[in-house]
């Protein structure tokens, strides 16, 4: 029983042993082998390991993804108007030299991000401050990105190398500080209502010209066709009157008698008039009498 007890115990001190003598490294992160202290080994491949059990040798790990620093606050900075800007920006990064990470920058990530966040800003100071607001929002943006890049890869590669690369640089947002935005935007509000009235103005200007011009052509356009239609009305009633004469001229009777018929239907055009007239000693009835005669009928006396 005892030996059996014994058997057990020294396999599990053996599996105990050997658990802590191997590691496995992931495929997104590095390997640091420490012996006493000291880094032994880097590994950069992912795969299972081994190792001397602790105390003798240890392992870290290092993440070998792109990583991300994003402004830790919001600070205002001075541009070369020395208008007080407030800017939030981004930095993507990654770490390629594990030694040299650890040797000049520190054991994690955190380490690196508080150094690089460092050089960021200085470098965004530099450069914001030799530009104006109107290059800083639209016309040199992209320019100042690449310039801050490209200050902040001369620090990290430089005499002491960080052992990481900066992949991009961006700024996500540019404004005033709070205390200037707000001023700004009440000059904005009043220079677009000063635009809008004046656009106003000017409408309801060309409006009343538009619509005088268009009264005009009416009043002309109704006189042209006033003058044409008295001009028409006017030939016409000249044609009637010739065919008139003409026709009058060929049968004297005939015009008596159609004088006549236009007298009669001028005098009984309504049922309320009344005529007083002497049917047999009038003229003014002869049409009805059957008689001709040379003279025109008499108009009737109304009342």
């Known amino acids: 029983m005892n030996r059996i007890g014994f058997i057990v115990s020294s396999l599990l001190v053996v599996l105990a042993l050997l658990s802590s003598m191997l590691f496995v490294v992931d495929q997104r992160q590095f390997g640091v082998v420490y012996s006493l202290g000291e880094i032994k080994d880097v590994i950069k491949e992912p795969g299972l390991h081994f190792k001397l059990p602790p105390p003798l040798q240890n392992v870290t790990y290092i993440d070998k993804r792109l990583l991300t620093l994003d402004t830790p606050d919001s600070e205002p900075m001075l541009t070369a108007e020395k208008q007080r800007v407030v ?3 981004f930095v993507r990064w990654r770490i390629t030299d594990p030694l040299q990470y650890i040797r000049n920058v520190g054991l994690d990530e955190q380490a690196g991000a508080i150094q690089l966040n460092r050089v960021v800003r200085n470098a965004f100071q530099e450069e914001i401050n030799r530009r104006t607001v109107r290059e800083l929002l639209s016309t040199k943006r992209d320019q100042l990105m690449n310039d801050v890049k490209r200050e902040v890869l001369e620090v990290v590669k430089g005499s002491k190398p ?9 700024i996500t947002r540019a404004d005033y500080v709070e205390a ?3 001023s700004v935007y009440r000059r904005m509000e009043a220079e677009r209502k000063r635009v809008a009235n004046e656009l106003r103005s000017t409408g309801a ?3 009343e010209r538009i619509r005088a ?3 005009r052509q009416r009043e002309v356009a109704i006189a042209n066709a006033y003058r044409d239609a008295q001009k028409t009305k006017g030939e016409g009633d000249a044609q009637a009157a010739a065919i008139y004469a003409e026709a009058f001229g060929r049968d004297p009777q005939f015009a008596q008698f159609h004088r006549s018929l236009e007298a009669y239907k001028q005098s009984f055009n309504k049922k309320s008039d009344v005529v007083v007239v002497d049917p047999q000693g009038s003229d003014f009835f002869r049409a009805f009498r059957g008689s001709g005669g040379s003279a025109a009928p008499a108009e009737p006396r109304k009342k």
């Open 87 to 89: 800017i939030d920006w």
């Open 162 to 170: 960080w052992g990481i690369d900066v992949i991009d640089v961006r």
């Open 180 to 182: 200037i935005t707000e």
């Open 205 to 207: 200007a060309e409006g």
């Open 213 to 215: 011009d268009a009264e």
